[in-house]
């Protein structure tokens, strides 16, 4: 099995010590290189990556306190839904040379400078990220009208410290999903119906075989997704962690 690190994880604020900023959960990884990942959870498909100094934000939308956050750097958007993109917190979070990357849907509707990213592209922001897109649709019967596969809405490897890092998307377990290789951390959504069921996260956990497993993307609907059915059928298979992203 691949090796990975545990650095610390817990409740911390995203600003470190400082009493009036925002904390949320946060979990960190030590990447092949040495160099450390901090993971912060703020809700349901939103969340950031810390390294190197740098800060992604991935399908930033909500109410948080965005003006408390750290400058973003890079923004990565997966598609153009209400739950992971929001033109306002864009405009709040974005450094003065942020690089934005989003699908080909949400860039239509961009008002600044973006990457239109498409299922294949790569693309290297700044030096020391790399990101590469990968399809993301629904397949089940009934489904694909969620996220149909020729609106070409985007999941993002990208690459840190050596260390390669799947963030899903909405997408179920089709076969762009299932092909992927040399992943060492993933990201899938298990938010009921309208992305991966229990069954379907644990048939890609076990084709992708990543180190480190985040469900993430659940709890906001009324349908819930038996977080404790899903870490059971991956024991022994990777480890899960379970971050609040309600």
Not at 32 to 51: M, N, P, V
Not at 172 to 194: R, T
Request: proline share 5%; net charge negative.
């Amino acid at each position: 099995m691949k090796k990975l690190f545990v650095f610390a994880m817990g409740l911390f604020s995203l600003f470190g010590c400082c009493k009036k900023a925002p904390s949320y959960p946060q979990d960190q990884v030590v990447a092949k290189d040495g160099s450390q990942i901090t993971f912060t959870f703020l809700a349901h498909a939103s969340f950031a990556i810390e390294h190197a100094g740098k800060h992604i934000y991935i399908d930033p939308v909500g109410d948080f306190a965005w003006e408390k956050m750290p400058k973003a750097d890079a923004i990565l958007i997966t598609h153009s839904h209400y739950d992971h993109f929001e033109m306002a917190t864009v405009e709040k979070i974005a450094g003065e040379k942020c690089a934005i990357l989003c699908d080909k849907t949400s860039a239509e509707a961009f008002e600044h400078d973006c990457t239109t990213m498409l299922p294949g592209g790569v693309a290297e922001p700044f030096e020391g990220l790399s990101v590469r897109a990968v399809a993301a649709y629904n397949i089940s019967e009934g489904h694909t009208d969620f996220h149909p596969k020729s609106r070409e809405d985007c999941g993002y490897v990208i690459t840190l410290g050596g260390t390669t890092i799947y963030i899903a998307g909405d997408t179920e377990d089709n076969d762009d999903v299932l092909s992927l290789q040399g992943i060492n951390i993933a990201f899938l959504p298990v938010n009921q119906p309208y992305t991966m069921t229990i069954e379907q996260a644990s048939r890609v956990v076990k084709a992708i075989k990543p180190t480190i497993f985040y469900p993430y993307h659940y709890g906001q609907v009324e349908e819930k997704t038996d977080i404790e059915a899903l870490k059971r059928s991956l024991e022994g298979v990777c480890e899960v962690r379970v971050f609040p992203m309600e």
